[in-house]
Structures are given as structure tokens and as C-alpha cells.
């Protein structure tokens, strides 16, 4: 290769030149390519816009004309046949579109009636008209004298028609028709033609085009214009030049060239409803650059810097020669040449703040793909946390649901045993409602992310706020009492009652009570009244404790703002339990307020809510009733299946309890043992089981062969959301119940599932 090795300076820096001009012509032309193709993919993309804009455009005009037709179909004049009254009703109706008229037509095709010939003139047949096929010259150009039969489509078809331009012999002009059957009990009776000027459609394309290189026209299914703007070539009536469309396609994008021979690029759309096609193109010369004249002047620009370069380089050799060397070195070690080295030669220099913008450029790309990665990576995150949550939450209350169902099951057999100690039974109270208010909690968890958006589930029933108050205060008292805090009640007689839900009014008044434990020094006082003040019911709770500030009382109910104390043990908080508390109230009806002398005067939390008439007190059920459950249920035999055994045995000895007989399975297999072996009436299911889950249990003893007859399938489950709920029905369950089960809900089921 001794020839391509270079011989000096001049021959290095021709090379160097060379290597530097070429990749920039090419890019540069490569540059321009892109940037044509862009500009003409963007252009077309905004025609196949316009396109689709102006054919739902011109359908709406065409369905504005179909709904006038159907108001005079309706019209009891037809029915009477009153053409007298019909005639004077529809003119009044073309008045609102000047040029337009409205035709009635027979069975037979015979005009009854037109809105432009005077009452009782004669009228043609139109359908013997349109099997003339005549054609009319109208300034020049040949258009056919009939709608083409239109209203016998109508007939034909029982739907509106749809014609294509033709010449209106009665207003002297090309027009358009609709045509719609009139129908009764089912059959078309008569067809209704409205014929109205292009000019409509034409004033639409032209008024929704603006750009005035845009040319734009609405063509019929032969292929005759029916409307253009000002910057078409072809005017109403002409033959459309053809373009090429895909067979089906309601859509597409063409080249053509136009009548006026005007290259063109366009798009098209199809009408759905009447097959007329919107044209809309604009005028493309078709090269690759922008213009050839800035296409020439590039090369010429480029050529000329590389020639006069390779002239310099001999003059210049000793000079550039060191400069050259420290260019190459930095390019070399893929470094940006240092700004402050100014050679004085514009070339080298260019060539040196080139490689810099390079530089930068890719370092500024880096980063921006850096970000684009990060942020991909956080959506990414985001979602999985999301789904992470959702997944969570549903575990975290079937997990919570499990160890429910046996204590809430405990609670009603230590209630069947009726102890005659009353503090075990004051004991076993307080855990049934204990389990009955965490099981409502477990079910609202399931809604966290609608608390987040204020969109709260509440259960409307009468409230006792005396009850409430005297849970909340048993709730916070233990907290009360470690905090040295002395907590009192004063509750009116009778106490007050309120539409709402208990659960979340409790939440309330100990979310207060709290914040009051938290802000109060130990040997303080906590009061929390109860009372009737006019149309309201009022819960208040006070504390001797740190106090509010002026310019906190109003914004201490907003989310994340919170009173700050310093040095009291930093219990501040995250700020969410007075928003959550004061949304609560809102919900209800009621206000919050708080009010405070100031800081170290102790402060007072006011709920008010709308009063309501306190129910009629609550009949206990007889206890003949329960000694019938037993007799209906006598003989009659149920397999508990749960993998929690306290769960499956406290059940089974519930059911024992009701006069069922029971057997008990800890996993599927199991099951379906025990069903093919027992034949049990009922089985309760659990879902989750360590071998197979419940519902592939529930399809096995579906199919499971020679059962003499298929036992009640219940689930009880901890899953309780809606989907499930559909799981369990598809796979074949009876009933879905969540746990804990209400044992007087299990019983009806059982009795009225089981027991028939």
C-alpha cells in the first residue's frame, strides 16, 4: 500500500480534509433527506386528519337532512292523508334551506307531493323517470336528470338512501338528495326525498380548509366532484381525477397529478354511511431535499471549503503541522480538543469546535437516554408498587380474616353455652364486637386507595352517638390511663342519635381522643361530652393539653398539616388523621371545628351532625326459634374443609351445636375423599388449602362420578372482593360467604340451601 501512504503535511491535511468534508456531505444530504421525508410524512398525517374531519363533516350534513326527514315521517298528516297540509308542513321545513325542496312518493313511485311545484299541479313518476336514464348539460358538463330511483332504494331496503349529483330538474341546478322510508306496522308505506344545493357542503370544505395551499373536495361514488374549495382544480360536476385506493380500505393516502398538472400528494377517507370520498392534497414537487437550489448551494458551499482547504494546507503546513499532530492525538484518545488552543485557521479550528459539539452533544444524549432510563425505571417501580399494594392489601385481609373466623365462631359457642358467669359474658360481648368492628376495617382496607381519593363507602343506619362516644372512650382509655391522663364522659340522657356509619363516627371521636392523649401533659384531663343543641347533635372533646395556635385553628384540618410542639416528645405525627376525621364528618353532613385559647390553654375539637329519630328498640329472637334450626336440621350432614384447623374444629362444633352432623378435612384431597365416602349434604369450603385450592376442589366433586346426588358447596373464604366472588361461581359453588361468617347468616344458608 506504498501508494495511499501519505508522502507530507499537504497529502496528511488533504486526507484529513477529505475525511472531515466527505462524512459531512454525506450527513448533511442525508440530513436534508430526513428532513423531506419528515416533512412529508407530517404533512400527510395532517391531510388524513383534515380528511376524516371533513367527512364526519359532510356526514353530519347529510344526517342533519335524514333527521328533518324523519320528524316529517312521523307526522300524523301522512296517516290521514292530508297532502294539502303535508305540502304547506314541509315547505315551511325547506324555507330553513334556501334552494332545497321535499318530495312524497307513493308505493308506485307516483309524486304526491313537491314543495317547489305549487299544490295540485301534476306530478311525474319518479320511478319511471329514473329507468329513462336522460342526462341534462349544465355548464358543460353532463349530469343525469334523476336521483337514480332513490326513494325506491327506500322502499327496497327500508333504510335511508343516499344519491349520488344529478341535475334538479325543478330548480334548474345539480343537487343532492336524502331519501328515508315512511313506515307503519312494520312496512314502508310511502318515501320522503329531501334535495338540497352542493352549496352546503361546498361552504363547509371551505370554511373548515384555511390553509390556502390546501386543496380539498368532496366526491361521489361515480366520481363526479360535489363540492371544492377555491384552491381545487376541479369545480362541481367535473370528473375526479382517479386515484389509486386500497379495495375496502375507508382511508388511504395517494399521488396524483391534477387537472391543472400540479403534482399532488394527498389522503382520502370514506364515508361509512353514503361512500363519498374526501379528497385532500396539497402540491409536492417530489424531490428528496427541500429545494434543489439549496441542495446545489450545500455542495457548492462544501466543495469550495474542501478545495481551498487542500490549497492552504502546502502554505500552511508548518504552521499546522504541530496543531495537527495535537488535533490527531485528541481524536485519537477520543478527547474534545481544549478550547482555549486557537490555532488561527478557521478550518482546523472549525474542525476542533466540531469535535466539541460532538462531544457535548453525546454527553447531553447520554443524559437524556441517562433520564429516560430512570424515568422508564420509575414508572416501571411505580406500577409494581402499585400492583405490590393492591396485592397486599387483598393478603393482608385474608390473612386478617382467617384468625377472625375462629374467634367471631368461638364468641357464639361460649354464646350457645349461655355462662352463667357474667363477666365471661360481658367478655365474650365485648369480643363479638370487637371482631364485628375489625371486620368491617379489614373490608374498608380493601378501599384505601378510594379514602386517598375521597371516595368513602359509608353504611348508613341509626347511630347512637352515646354508643360511640363510650366505644371511642374504651378504645383510647388504656392509652389514657399509661399517659397518667384522667378521661371522663358526659353523654346526655337519652343521647342523641344520627344516620351514619358507626364504624367510621367511632373512628372520628378516637382519632381525636388520640391526638388529645398525644398533646396532653401526664396529671391532664380528657372530657368527652355527648349532647342535643337544636337540629344538631354534638360531640366535643376537650383536653387540657399544649393547645392550638390562631393561625393553625382552620388549617389544622388539612392533610399533612399539623400543630408543632416542641419538646413535647415529638408526637406530631403525619398529619393525616384531622383531614381523614374532618372528610369523615363532611361525608355525614356535619362540620368540625376546632377551637383553642392558644398555646398551653388546652384546646376543644367540635363535631356537629344533622339529628335523626332514634329507632324502635330491637325485638331478641325467641328461643323456640333456635330449638326449630335444630329439628331442620336434624340428620343432615356437613364437611368443614379449612387448613386452619381452630377454624375448621371451632365450626364444626358450632354446626354440632345446630344439630348438624359434621366431619372436618384440613386440605383438597381430602376433600374430595370425604365427599366421594360421606356423601355429605353441605360442604363449607375454604379456598386457600395447602394442596389444591377450593375452587379446583369445587370442580373435582362437580365431575367427581357416582355421587348419588351433589352435596350444597359453600365457600368460606377470606377473599372476599367481587372477582373472588365470580371465581367462586364459576367454578361451581353454591354460595360465597367471607370470613368471619356471621353465624346467624351461616345458619339461614345453610337452612334454606340444605335444609329445604
Same mark, same amino acid.
Given at each position: 500500500?506504498?501508494?495511499?501512504?501519505?508522502?507530507?503535511?499537504?497529502?496528511?491535511?488533504?486526507?484529513?480534509?477529505?475525511?472531515?468534508?466527505?462524512?459531512?456531505?454525506?450527513?448533511?444530504?442525508?440530513?436534508?433527506?430526513?428532513?423531506?421525508?419528515?416533512?412529508?410524512?407530517?404533512?400527510?398525517?395532517?391531510?388524513?386528519?383534515?380528511?376524516?374531519?371533513?367527512?364526519?363533516?359532510?356526514?353530519?350534513?347529510?344526517?342533519?337532512?335524514?333527521?328533518?326527514?324523519?320528524?316529517?315521517?312521523?307526522?300524523?298528516?301522512?296517516?290521514?292523508?292530508?297532502?294539502?297540509?303535508?305540502?304547506?308542513?314541509?315547505?315551511?321545513?325547506?324555507?330553513?334551506?334556501?334552494?332545497?325542496?321535499?318530495?312524497?312518493?307513493?308505493?308506485?313511485?307516483?309524486?304526491?307531493?313537491?314543495?317547489?311545484?305549487?299544490?295540485?299541479?301534476?306530478?311525474?313518476?319518479?320511478?319511471?323517470?329514473?329507468?329513462?336514464?336522460?342526462?341534462?348539460?349544465?355548464?358543460?358538463?353532463?349530469?343525469?336528470?334523476?336521483?337514480?330511483?332513490?326513494?325506491?332504494?327506500?322502499?327496497?331496503?327500508?333504510?335511508?338512501?343516499?344519491?349520488?349529483?344529478?341535475?334538479?330538474?325543478?330548480?334548474?341546478?345539480?343537487?343532492?338528495?336524502?331519501?328515508?322510508?315512511?313506515?307503519?306496522?312494520?312496512?314502508?308505506?310511502?318515501?320522503?326525498?329531501?334535495?338540497?344545493?352542493?352549496?352546503?357542503?361546498?361552504?363547509?370544505?371551505?370554511?373548515?380548509?384555511?390553509?390556502?395551499?390546501?386543496?380539498?373536495?368532496?366526491?361521489?361514488?361515480?366520481?363526479?366532484?360535489?363540492?371544492?374549495?377555491?384552491?381545487?382544480?376541479?369545480?362541481?360536476?367535473?370528473?375526479?381525477?382517479?386515484?389509486?385506493?386500497?379495495? @375496502?380500505?375507508?382511508?388511504?393516502?395517494?399521488?396524483?397529478?391534477?387537472?391543472?398538472?400540479?403534482?399532488?400528494?394527498?389522503?382520502?377517507?370514506?364515508?361509512?354511511?353514503?361512500?363519498?370520498?374526501?379528497?385532500?392534497?396539497?402540491?409536492?414537487?417530489?424531490?428528496?431535499?427541500?429545494?434543489?437550489?439549496?441542495?446545489?448551494?450545500?455542495?457548492?458551499?462544501?466543495?469550495?471549503?474542501?478545495?481551498?482547504?487542500?490549497?492552504?494546507?502546502?502554505?500552511?503546513?508548518?504552521?499546522?503541522?504541530?496543531?495537527?499532530?495535537?488535533?490527531?492525538?485528541?481524536?485519537?484518545?477520543?478527547?474534545?480538543?481544549?478550547?482555549?488552543?486557537?490555532?488561527?485557521?478557521?478550518?482546523?479550528?472549525?474542525?476542533?469546535?466540531?469535535?466539541?459539539?460532538?462531544?457535548?452533544?453525546?454527553?447531553?444524549?447520554?443524559?437524556?437516554?441517562?433520564?429516560?432510563?430512570?424515568?422508564?425505571?420509575?414508572?416501571?417501580?411505580?406500577?409494581?408498587?402499585?400492583?405490590?399494594?393492591?396485592?397486599?392489601?387483598?393478603?393482608?385481609?385474608?390473612?386478617?380474616?382467617?384468625? /377472625?373466623?375462629?374467634?367471631?365462631?368461638?364468641?357464639?359457642?361460649?354464646?350457645?353455652?349461655?355462662?352463667?358467669?357474667?363477666?365471661?359474658?360481658?367478655?365474650?360481648?365485648?369480643?363479638?364486637?370487637?371482631?364485628?368492628?375489625?371486620?368491617?376495617?379489614?373490608?374498608?382496607?380493601?378501599?384505601?386507595?378510594?379514602?386517598?381519593?375521597?371516595?368513602?363507602?359509608?353504611?348508613?343506619?341509626?347511630?347512637?352517638?352515646?354508643?360511640?362516644?363510650?366505644?371511642?372512650?374504651?378504645?383510647?382509655?388504656?392509652?389514657?390511663?399509661?399517659?397518667?391522663?384522667?378521661?371522663?364522659?358526659?353523654?346526655?340522657?337519652?343521647?342523641?342519635?344520627?344516620?351514619?356509619?358507626?364504624?367510621?363516627?367511632?373512628?372520628?371521636?378516637?382519632?381525636?381522643?388520640?391526638?388529645?392523649?398525644?398533646?396532653?401533659?401526664?396529671?391532664?384531663?380528657?372530657?368527652?361530652?355527648?349532647?342535643?343543641?337544636?337540629?344538631?347533635?354534638?360531640?366535643?372533646?376537650?383536653?387540657?393539653?399544649?393547645?392550638?395556635?390562631?393561625?393553625?385553628?382552620?388549617?389544622?384540618?388539612?392533610?399533612?398539616?399539623?400543630?408543632?410542639?416542641?419538646?413535647?416528645?415529638?408526637?406530631?405525627?403525619?398529619?393525616?388523621?384531622?383531614?381523614?376525621?374532618?372528610?369523615?364528618?363532611?361525608?355525614?353532613?356535619?362540620?368540625?371545628?376546632?377551637?383553642?385559647?392558644?398555646?398551653?390553654?388546652?384546646?376543644?375539637?367540635?363535631?356537629?351532625?344533622?339529628?335523626?329519630?332514634?329507632?324502635?328498640?330491637?325485638?331478641?329472637?325467641?328461643?323456640?326459634?333456635?330449638?326449630?334450626?335444630?329439628?331442620?336440621?336434624?340428620?343432615?350432614?356437613?364437611?368443614?374443609?379449612?387448613?386452619?384447623?381452630?377454624?375448621?374444629?371451632?365450626?364444626?362444633?358450632?354446626?354440632?351445636?345446630?344439630?348438624?352432623?359434621?366431619?372436618?378435612?384440613?386440605? @383438597?384431597?381430602?376433600?374430595?375423599?370425604?365427599?366421594?365416602?360421606?356423601?355429605?349434604?353441605?360442604?363449607?369450603?375454604?379456598?386457600? /388449602?395447602?394442596?389444591?385450592?377450593?375452587?379446583?376442589?369445587?370442580?373435582?366433586?362437580?365431575?367427581?362420578?357416582?355421587?348419588?346426588?351433589?352435596?350444597?358447596?359453600?365457600?368460606?373464604?377470606?377473599?372476599?372482593?367481587?372477582?373472588?366472588?365470580?371465581?367462586?361461581?364459576?367454578?361451581?359453588?353454591?354460595?360465597?360467604?367471607?370470613?368471619?361468617?356471621?353465624?346467624?347468616?351461616?345458619?339461614?344458608?345453610?337452612?334454606?340451601?340444605?335444609?329445604?
Amino acid at each position: 500500500m506504498p501508494l495511499l501512504k501519505p508522502r507530507n503535511l499537504n497529502h496528511v491535511l488533504g486526507r484529513l480534509l477529505a475525511a472531515v468534508i466527505a462524512p459531512l456531505l454525506l450527513g448533511t444530504l442525508a440530513l436534508l433527506t430526513w428532513q423531506t421525508s419528515q416533512e412529508n410524512r407530517l404533512a400527510q398525517t395532517r391531510l388524513l386528519a383534515l380528511a376524516h374531519a371533513l367527512v364526519q363533516a359532510s356526514d353530519a350534513e347529510f344526517d342533519r337532512g335524514i333527521a328533518q326527514l324523519q320528524v316529517l315521517a312521523a307526522s300524523p298528516m301522512i296517516d290521514e292523508g292530508d297532502w294539502q297540509q303535508m305540502h304547506r308542513f314541509a315547505s315551511e321545513v325547506t324555507r330553513k334551506v334556501p334552494g332545497s325542496l321535499i318530495v312524497l312518493v307513493g308505493p308506485d313511485g307516483q309524486a304526491l307531493l313537491n314543495t317547489v311545484v305549487p299544490w295540485g299541479q301534476p306530478l311525474p313518476n319518479l320511478w319511471k323517470l329514473g329507468e329513462q336514464h336522460k342526462e341534462a348539460l349544465w355548464e358543460g358538463r353532463s349530469l343525469p336528470l334523476s336521483s337514480g330511483n332513490l326513494s325506491r332504494q327506500a322502499f327496497d331496503t327500508g333504510q335511508p338512501a343516499y344519491s349520488d349529483l344529478y341535475y334538479g330538474v325543478q330548480v334548474n341546478r345539480p343537487a343532492l338528495s336524502v331519501s328515508v322510508p315512511v313506515q307503519r306496522d312494520g312496512r314502508s308505506r310511502y318515501a320522503l326525498i329531501l334535495s338540497y344545493p352542493p352549496a352546503v357542503l361546498q361552504e363547509m370544505i371551505r370554511s373548515s380548509v384555511t390553509v390556502p395551499e390546501v386543496r380539498a373536495g368532496l366526491v361521489d361514488r361515480r366520481g363526479v366532484v360535489v363540492a371544492a374549495n377555491g384552491a381545487a382544480a376541479a369545480r362541481l360536476g367535473d370528473k375526479a381525477v382517479p386515484i389509486t385506493t386500497r379495495p @375496502g380500505a375507508l382511508h388511504g393516502l395517494y399521488r396524483a397529478t391534477s387537472r391543472d398538472g400540479t403534482p399532488l400528494m394527498g389522503a382520502y377517507a370514506v364515508s361509512r354511511k353514503n361512500g363519498f370520498i374526501v379528497r385532500v392534497s396539497q402540491p409536492h414537487p417530489g424531490h428528496l431535499f427541500p429545494t434543489r437550489l439549496t441542495s446545489l448551494a450545500w455542495l457548492a458551499l462544501l466543495l469550495t471549503a474542501f478545495v481551498a482547504s487542500v490549497v492552504l494546507a502546502g502554505l500552511l503546513s508548518r504552521r499546522l503541522a504541530r496543531p495537527l499532530r495535537e488535533l490527531g492525538e485528541d481524536v485519537r484518545v477520543g478527547r474534545p480538543p481544549p478550547p482555549e488552543r486557537d490555532t488561527g485557521i478557521a478550518e482546523i479550528d472549525l474542525l476542533a469546535q466540531a469535535l466539541r459539539d460532538g462531544a457535548q452533544a453525546e454527553r447531553q444524549r447520554v443524559q437524556e437516554q441517562t433520564l429516560r432510563t430512570v424515568a422508564q425505571n420509575q414508572e416501571a417501580l411505580l406500577r409494581q408498587a402499585d400492583r405490590q399494594k393492591d396485592e397486599f392489601l387483598a393478603t393482608l385481609a385474608h390473612e386478617l380474616r382467617n384468625p /377472625l373466623a375462629p374467634i367471631r365462631t368461638s364468641a357464639e359457642l361460649i354464646r350457645r353455652r349461655a355462662p352463667a358467669d357474667p363477666v365471661v359474658e360481658r367478655a365474650r360481648s365485648i369480643i363479638e364486637r370487637q371482631v364485628l368492628h375489625l371486620s368491617r376495617l379489614v373490608d374498608d382496607l380493601l378501599d384505601v386507595s378510594r379514602i386517598t381519593l375521597g371516595r368513602i363507602h359509608l353504611r348508613q343506619e341509626p347511630v347512637n352517638l352515646g354508643e360511640v362516644a363510650a366505644a371511642a372512650v374504651d378504645a383510647v382509655g388504656d392509652a389514657a390511663a399509661q399517659a397518667g391522663l384522667v378521661l371522663e364522659q358526659d353523654i346526655a340522657a337519652p343521647p342523641p342519635f344520627v344516620n351514619g356509619d358507626a364504624t367510621r363516627l367511632t373512628q372520628c371521636v378516637v382519632n381525636l381522643l388520640n391526638n388529645a392523649v398525644k398533646f396532653t401533659p401526664r396529671g391532664g384531663r380528657l372530657v368527652v361530652r355527648v349532647m342535643r343543641q337544636g337540629t344538631q347533635a354534638v360531640v366535643e372533646v376537650q383536653d387540657s393539653g399544649v393547645g392550638v395556635s390562631a393561625d393553625n385553628l382552620h388549617r389544622i384540618f388539612e392533610l399533612f398539616v399539623q400543630e408543632r410542639h416542641s419538646g413535647h416528645g415529638g408526637n406530631t405525627g403525619l398529619g393525616i388523621g384531622l383531614a381523614l376525621t374532618r372528610r369523615l364528618v363532611e361525608l355525614h353532613g356535619g362540620t368540625i371545628r376546632a377551637m383553642s385559647a392558644g398555646l398551653g390553654h388546652g384546646s376543644t375539637f367540635r363535631i356537629e351532625l344533622p339529628l335523626a329519630e332514634a329507632p324502635q328498640a330491637a325485638v331478641p329472637p325467641a328461643a323456640p326459634q333456635a330449638r326449630g334450626t335444630q329439628e331442620k336440621s336434624a340428620g343432615l350432614q356437613v364437611l368443614v374443609v379449612d387448613d386452619n384447623r381452630d377454624a375448621a374444629d371451632t365450626l364444626a362444633d358450632l354446626l354440632g351445636m345446630h344439630g348438624y352432623g359434621t366431619a372436618v378435612a384440613h386440605d @383438597g384431597q381430602s376433600a374430595v375423599r370425604a365427599v366421594q365416602e360421606r356423601a355429605p349434604d353441605a360442604v363449607l369450603l375454604d379456598i386457600g /388449602l395447602p394442596d389444591i385450592d377450593g375452587y379446583e376442589v369445587c370442580r373435582r366433586i362437580r365431575t367427581q362420578p357416582g355421587l348419588k346426588r351433589q352435596p350444597v358447596l359453600i365457600a368460606v373464604t377470606g377473599w372476599g372482593q367481587q372477582s373472588d366472588q365470580d371465581a367462586a361461581q364459576a367454578a361451581g359453588f353454591d354460595a360465597h360467604m367471607t370470613k368471619p361468617v356471621a353465624p346467624q347468616a351461616l345458619m339461614e344458608v345453610l337452612g334454606e340451601r340444605v335444609g329445604r
